[in-house]
């Protein structure tokens, strides 16, 4: 190991005196570089060095060559101001890069499979252009055949740096046949070939052979349109004018029908190839809706709708995309028009979404319909407001009810949706509409749901303190017994918004509180405590501690413990609270804090934070004699006690 750590050494020694030479780095400094160097090229040569060994190390002379160039820089400008010769370039110029470049090869050497580090190694080389590029795409097209990005990144390169369409065309039509089901190769090969035919397209017209481009701009049609409705206004200067712009007109249509052939072919392959993707076939449609291609662009516009409906005529997603794809920004400055506009563009996407339902109802449709509705109810603040009056709002809101009812009538009713539509109601102000939906949807299918039940509470305390601030007795025992219901069979991990609702809710009153709690005591003897996250508990101790005291949530807490599995976390949270009562002076703290410690450990003796937290509390309260004992005990109690925490590291 040695003998090639100081011969790479050596290679470095023409380096290191040609910096001296020229005074970038003093004796010292160079000592110092010789010395980092070192210390890497051991790191390197260890029987399993690490990825980040490599990193490091190409970190540090990625660095070291910027301060080099830094430094020469400022050398050359003093001789400059002496008025000597200019530095000409000599072996420290490209010896940190060749040495950056040869570390990158022995990282891949090492790490084939690290794909990451490959394309690290790619962008060192097109950054720097040391000639190494092309040599390393083969090595890396080698090794992962199977990986789309790298026929992509390959044909990138070939196309803008080497402009070799040729070979790019090769290079993705390899990447495709070794990955046939890679959706990004199918749409990157077609931007490929429509950026090409463009460019081509750019350059006649810049030779003055041709006119306009194949990307589509909707201005340039408009202005056309208006001259053409206008033509009468314009006067012809020159007849033979006409016919060159025939001859112009004939070798555009022939770009856009190369254009159109293009997509095609590349289109009937891609769906062959991914017959089921639906992602793969909306980007190639909206490749084909950026272009201008020939006349006969509305036929296959409409064949690839026909493809995407008999394909993918029970999927939600597809239906959800092509309703929207009736929905287009309008240019036109009257607002009547563009009302007039926005509400056709409306119609035609809600036939869209009626013809789904009618096809393929489901729970994912309706929930699509209705989000599309409410954003035109209620437009996100970053979009433009929409130019609807508000009897149109008001009638989209009407059909936006019926669509939740629809979905009631259908069976497709779930959880979210059901919370949508009682949401929608309480923000359109009608509380006794969305108290009886949810009255109705508590008591039928979704008895189980404690997010509807959580909406249905909150929406009758919202009517009871709607003519007073403080609801009676009797309404408090009304949602009382309308949380019992769901309290008593709903899980605790699941009911726990439910649960601190209640327990703030009813803190003040202790009749219906110690209901709660014998409830809370039910439920845990059943369903036993947690382990970690929520404590219903926990959270009880915490409420008693706020409003009684000390003492009174000690006499909860010793409730909870005596139940059969009262979980860690209520542990935990006692422990807590008699630490911080002995912090503060209460003698009974540490010694009930030790007590919860001891019950813990009886049942999660395995447990090394436990055993970490008890040895740190005494080593903090108690005396060293106590701490070394705990410390002791957990060395002989624990399987693996690699982790426990040395009594000299706290």
């Not at 891949?108 to 720097?128: P, S």
């Not at 555009?252 to 769906?271: C, H, M, N, P």
């Amino acid at each position: 190991m040695a003998d090639v750590v100081h011969y790479r050494l050596e290679r470095m020694v023409n380096e290191l005196d040609d910096l001296e030479k020229l005074k970038i780095f003093t004796r010292r400094e160079i000592a110092e570089i010789v010395k980092q160097r070192r210390k890497y090229e051991y790191r390197l040569k260890r029987p399993s060095p690490l990825k980040q060994d490599y990193l490091a190390y190409i970190e540090y002379e990625t660095q070291l060559d910027s301060l080099r160039r830094l430094r020469k820089k400022s050398v050359a400008r003093e001789l400059k101001a002496q008025g000597k010769e200019k530095m000409k370039m000599s072996v420290s110029d490209y010896a940190g890069m060749s040495r950056i470049a040869e570390i990158f090869q022995l990282a891949v050497t090492r790490f084939k499979g690290d794909v990451d580090l490959w394309f690290r190694y790619l962008e060192f080389c097109r950054e720097r252009k040391n000639g190494r590029m092309k040599k390393v795409l083969v090595q890396l097209m080698r090794f992962h055949p199977n990986v789309p990005g790298v026929w992509i990144y390959a044909a990138a390169w070939e196309f803008d740096h080497n402009l070799n369409v040729a070979a790019a065309r090769a290079l993705m039509q390899s990447g495709l046949r070794a990955c046939p089901t890679s959706e990004d190769l199918w749409v990157e090969y077609l931007r490929m070939e429509l950026t090409y035919l463009n460019k081509l397209k750019a350059r006649k017209v810049a030779l003055g052979e041709d006119e306009g481009t194949l990307v589509r701009d909707d201005r340039l049609a408009d202005e056309k349109q208006w001259r053409d409705e206008n033509k009468d206004l314009f006067m012809s200067l020159d007849d033979g004018e006409n016919v060159e712009n025939e001859g112009l007109k004939m070798k555009l249509d022939l770009f856009r029908k190369q254009g159109l052939s293009v997509l095609e072919t590349i289109y009937s392959a891609a769906v062959e190839a991914i017959p089921s993707s639906f992602s793969l076939r909306k980007q190639l449609f909206e490749m084909l809706e950026e272009i201008d291609v020939a006349h006969s662009e509305e036929e296959m516009r409409e064949e690839m709708l026909n493809d995407m409906k008999r394909d993918f005529s029970t999927e939600p997603e597809y239906w959800d995309w092509l309703a929207k794809l009736e929905i287009v920004d309008s240019e036109s400055t009257q607002e009547k028009s563009k009302r007039e506009i926005l509400l056709s563009q409306m119609e035609k996407a809600t036939q869209v979404y009626e013809e789904a339902l009618n096809i393929s109802p489901s729970a994912m449709m309706f929930n699509m319909y209705a989000k599309f509705l409410m954003g035109v109810i209620a437009p996100p603040e970053q979009e433009n407001q929409n130019s609807l009056l508000p009897s149109d709002i008001v009638n989209y809101t009407s059909h936006l009810l019926m669509v939740y009812e629809k979905a009631e009538t259908m069976g497709c009713i779930t959880e979210d949706l059901a919370c949508q539509h009682i949401s929608f109601y309480v923000q359109l102000g009608q509380l006794d509409e969305a108290r009886k939906l949810a009255e109705k949807l508590c008591n039928g299918k979704l008895s189980d749901s404690v997010q509807l039940w959580q909406l249905r509470v909150s929406i009758e305390i919202r009517c009871l303190t709607k003519d007073s601030p403080s609801p009676s007795k009797a309404d408090l025992l009304s949602i009382f017994e309308l949380l019992t219901k769901v309290l008593t069979k709903a899980p605790i991990s699941k009911a726990e918004s439910l649960w601190l609702m209640a327990l703030k809710l009813f803190a003040n009153q202790k009749n219906i509180f110690d209901k709660l709690v014998e409830i809370a005591l039910v439920s845990l003897a059943r369903n036993g405590g947690s382990e970690n996250g929520f404590s219903l508990s926990s959270a009880i101790v915490n409420f008693v501690l706020q409003k009684d005291g000390v003492q009174h949530a000690r006499q909860m807490y010793k409730r909870f413990l005596a139940l059969p599995h009262p979980g860690l976390a209520i542990y935990r949270n006692c422990i807590e609270l008699e630490s911080n009562v002995s912090s503060v002076g209460d003698k009974d703290g540490l010694i009930n804090a030790r007590k919860l410690y001891e019950s813990a450990l009886s049942t999660y003796d395995q447990n090394v934070s436990l055993w970490q937290d008890y040895y740190s509390m005494e080593a903090k309260m108690g005396t060293s004699e106590t701490a070394n004992a705990v410390h002791w005990r957990a060395r002989k109690t624990l399987k693996d006690s690699t982790a426990l925490i040395a009594p000299l590291d706290l």
